[in-house]
C-alpha cells in the first residue's frame, strides 16, 4: 500500500473543515497510508514588504523540509503547476507508482505560498489558477486523492 503525506503550513481552526477532513482520513485507510502533517505558520503582518515576505517564506520552507524523505515523490500545490482532469490526475499517480513510488508527499504552503527551494524539483500541481485557503485546498486535495484511488480501482463514486 502507498504512503501518502500531506504537508501542510498552518492549523485547520474551524470545526467543518476538520470535519471535511476526518472524513477522508477515514476513506482513504483502505487505499492508502495517510499521514497529515501541520506545521506552524508565521503571522504575516499588514504591510509586509518583499524582504519580510521571503524570510517567512523561507522559515517556513526550513518547517518543511524536517519532514520531507529523500526517496518520495514531492507534489508541490503551486498556482503555476500543471492542472489535471480528475481522470488524468489519477493516471499520473498510476504511472508513478507503476515506476516505483511508494511514498508520495503533498505539499501545501502558507497564506504566502512555497518557497523556491521547496518547488525546485518538486513536481508542481495546480488545481485552479485562483487562490484558495489552504484550510479549503487541504480538503480538495484529500478528496481528489481519495476520488484518483477510486477511478484506478474501477470502483462507482459520484460525479
Known sequence: ????????????????WSDAVSEYEKRLRSYTRLNIIELKDEKTPDGLNENGCAEIMLTEACRIREH??????????????????????????????????SHIQFIIGGSLGLHKSIKDGAFLLSFSKMTLPHQLMRVVLLEQIYRAHKILRKEPYHK
Do not use: H, P
Open 68 to 101: 520531507l524523505d529523500d526517496k518520495a515523490l514531492k507534489i508541490v500545490l503551486a498556482i503555476e503547476g500543471r492542472q489535471y482532469s480528475s481522470e488524468d490526475f489519477a493516471a499520473m499517480l498510476n504511472d508513478k507508482m507503476n515506476a516505483g513510488i
Open 1 to 16: 500500500m502507498i504512503k501518502t503525506d500531506v504537508i501542510c503550513v498552518g492549523r485547520l481552526k474551524e470545526k467543518y
